[in-house]
């Protein structure tokens, strides 16, 4: 039977989920249509990695690997929300609250030894990072904020921080000796296996990776950071900060780019602490205390250390005699330095320029800052920003502009810096990329400690993405770019590539073109202040930052765009917004039984999943099922009625009963299937006439803490029984 799957993920949307699923499950299940559930949290994957240690109770099958099948087959209907992307840290805490309830679970060995440790640190290597995405992208990604939600943002306009032209707020970036200025890149003429290798001085030779699968067309690109060089980098950075008297912050991407970030957020630390690290870096490694895991995690066990407390003076001075340090925290002490996860750029640098370019200091304040992007591949895409912002001031939601975009991601197009293409080498030598033929492809000179990464981009993916963005041109007549630098190695082949590609396509009319990624946000930001329009359509990473740049600068959030991925085979994959804000969501809701957890993502997602069920399986009720659902949400937002911002108003769950009404409402009242129109009209009566009665009851128990069994696996019981409040709201979806 033809399904839809609803992933459980993580943090806010899996709270979420348990409120709005059973909403979900009825609506469809009175229409025929089976919905179900897939557990691909972060805690769901580490249980399905260690079968064997568990109890029969305990294991749970390997549902991303389901999932991830699924993709690559025509009948594919998946509805993705954010899961955690877990640094080391994260994962750590989630295998300790695991076994804290119980599951037989091996620790994370930091340095295995063993063939029995190696192996469990290769499953947990596989859980790190941005893990799930690359195995459910079997697409391309078209992401744009729906009229609904445009309107929305123009009539209920979001907060933006006012800025002032002599702003000292500025990105610091390498702009050499980095992966932009030492990427090479190569397309494949045929199918090969690529083995890379490091020959150190003498001759020896180390492999690193013995065969990468390659096929003809395939975009094969290769880099390295000089770490001496961004070390002179850091400790200017640094000084330029306390010099101008700004906010220090670094901004990585230590999800995504699991491998490559957390080292480079490593050096960050310790080129802050240089004194620190100087005297007791040797002891500090001996005990495990890694600053790639960042500042808190050493903190946390200096307790353990004879001279802990001595160590820990070191660090506090040298807090007092560095620059003064971006905030996460500043309540809690949290700074910027603490974990590696805390900030991923392409959630903090929007958040910093649409609060005034500024960020939090420890004294609780905001100041301007110095926002370290260490490569600069595309750190001036955030300066040309923030520089349109110091000329022109804020943007004005009412007014601006959008910028959707067409990203390449399919089948794990440019995943930079992570999986096992991405090393810290072990010594000087030259690390080289050679065919199965003995020829070296790329090579590269690297000094102990450099960071080289490689990558594949398949030319099937190349192809689809040229071919939904002249799609997205045509179905909008809008001015589409290709964000892509002919100065870099792997854009200079993507280029030659679509000018291979779009002559195939009717672009008569069409305005397309190619720009520098900086230039391109230039002139995107132009267009939005005049209120117009401009597809992006970019790589993977810049996918990322796009897709929460412009959504966060016009929307408020970027959890509130409509991201569809058509894969490659046929199939729907339908992903709802970005959930970095998750964390504090969360914190929120065991404080206070308060969810601020906007589900708008989930509503846009759910109805373009019932669209496609219904073209794929001609299914008229799934059709129906989505058109009312899209004009229930458009109702939703016209009312005004996603979660508020304080306590004693409607928070993510009354959102759940609004949204359920308006949809029963027009499910009701249409006239293409009767049936439907029957059997929702009576729910439509009760939500509707008890209203007052519902939002009483999930407004009653905000307020107090409430426990819900965990963070990263939660009690299933305690959580329905705080998500789901209101015994009236639940009576009436069952009665269904």
């Known amino acids: 039977m033809p399904t839809i799957i609803y992933t459980y993920t993580d943090e806010a949307p899996m709270l979420a989920t348990h409120s709005f699923f059973p909403i979900i499950s009825a609506f ?6 089976d919905i179900e559930t897939r557990d691909i949290s972060l805690a769901g994957r580490i249980i399905a990695a260690f079968p064997e240690n568990l109890t029969d109770e305990q294991r749970i099958g390997d549902a991303l690997a389901e999932l991830g099948a699924l993709a690559t087959r025509p009948e594919a209907n998946i509805i993705k929300l954010p899961n955690v992307s877990a640094s080391v840290p994260q ?43 690359p195995v459910l992208r079997e697409g391309n990604s078209d992401r744009r904020a729906p009229h ?8 209920y306009p979001h907060r933006m921080g006012a800025w002032a032209a002599d702003s000292k707020t500025n990105v610091a970036t390498m702009g050499h000796d980095d992966f932009f200025a030492n990427e090479k890149s190569v397309v494949l003429a045929a199918d090969d296996v690529l083995r890379i290798e490091l020959v150190n001085a003498a001759g020896g030779v180390t492999t690193l990776h013995p065969g990468v699968k390659v096929l003809a067309g395939e975009v094969v690109d290769a880099t390295f950071l000089n770490v001496a060089k961004l070390h002179e980098f850091l400790a200017q950075a640094i000084k330029r900060a306390k010099d101008e008297d700004v906010l220090f912050s670094v901004h990585l991407k230590a999800t995504m780019m699991k491998v490559s970030d957390p080292i480079i957020f490593g050096h960050v630390v310790r080129a802050f602490f240089p004194a620190v690290f100087e005297k007791y870096g040797a002891e500090l490694s001996e005990a495990g205390l890694n600053p790639n895991n960042g500042l808190g995690g050493i903190l946390d066990g200096l307790g353990a250390l004879d001279n802990g407390a001595e160590i820990r003076a070191a660090f506090e001075q040298g807090l007092k005699d560095g620059p003064r340090l971006a905030m996460v925290n500043s309540d809690k002490g949290i700074t910027n330095l603490h974990v590696p996860s805390d900030v991923i750029v392409d959630a903090s640098m929007p958040a910093m320029i649409r609060t005034s370019g500024r960020m939090w200091g420890a004294d609780g304040g905001e100041h301007d800052t110095i926002a370290v992007i260490p490569d600069s591949s595309y750190a001036g895409i955030y300066q040309a920003v923030i520089e349109d912002c110091r000329a022109h001031g804020a943007y004005d939601p009412t007014t601006m502009g959008s910028v959707p975009n067409v990203g390449l991601m399919a089948q794990k197009a440019e ?12 010594e000087a030598g030259t690390v080289r990329v050679v065919n199965a033929a003995g020829e070296t492809l790329i090579e590269h000179e690297v000094q102990a400690g450099d960071i080289w990464r490689a990558c594949q981009t398949k030319d099937v993916a190349i192809r689809d993405w040229v071919k939904l963005a002249v799609n997205r041109a045509r179905a909008t007549g809008t001015l589409t ?30 305005d397309i073109r190619v720009l520098a990624p900086a230039e391109a946000t230039t002139l995107s930001v132009e267009r939005i202040r005049r209120g117009e329009d401009t597809i992006s359509v970019t790589g993977n990473v810049l996918r990322d930052y796009n897709t929460d740049l412009f959504p966060i600068l016009e929307l408020g959030t970027s959890a509130k765009m409509l991201s569809v991925v058509p894969l490659l085979n046929g199939g729907g994959l339908f992903e709802t917004g970005a959930g970095g804000s998750a964390p504090k969501h969360v914190q929120q809701l065991v404080e206070e039984n308060y969810l601020r957890w906007d589900s708008l993502g989930e509503f846009l997602a759910l109805a373009a ?18 058109a009312t659902l899209d004009r229930a949400t458009g109702t939703f937002l016209l009312e005004n009625k996603s979660p508020g911002r304080a306590l004693g108003t409607i928070d993510n769950r009354g959102s759940h009963y609004f949204l359920a009404r308006y949809w029963a409402e027009e499910l009701a009242k249409q006239t293409d299937d009767a049936e439907l129109a029957a059997a929702f009209g009576p729910l439509a009566v009760t939500l509707r006439d008890n209203e007052q009665k519902i939002v009483a009851e999930l407004i009653a128990p905000q307020g107090s803490p409430v426990d819900i069994g965990g963070y990263y696996k939660v009690d299933e019981a305690k959580t329905n029984a705080v998500m789901r409040p209101s015994a009236t709201l639940s009576e009436a979806i069952a009665s269904l």
């Open 28 to 33: 469809a299940g009175a229409a025929g249509v």
């Open 91 to 133: 994962l750590k805490a989630a295998i300790a609250e695991l076994q804290a309830a119980g599951y037989d679970l091996p620790d994370h060995p930091d340095a295995p030894q063993t063939d029995a440790e190696k192996d469990v640190r290769a499953r947990y290597d596989k859980l790190k990072g941005s893990a799930v995405n």
């Open 148 to 155: 609904s939600v445009k309107e929305y943002a123009r009539k």
């Open 415 to 426: 995943e930079y810096g992570s999986h096992d293409k991405t090393f810290e080498i072990a």
């Open 481 to 510: 770019v290709f964000w892509l630098d002919e100065h870099r190695a792997h854009d200079a082949n993507l280029i030659a590539k679509i000018n291979a590609y779009l002559p195939e396509y009717d672009t008569s009319g069409l």
């Open 609 to 626: 999943s019932f669209e496609h069920f219904a073209d794929v399986n001609d299914n008229a009720k799934a059709r129906v099922l989505g």
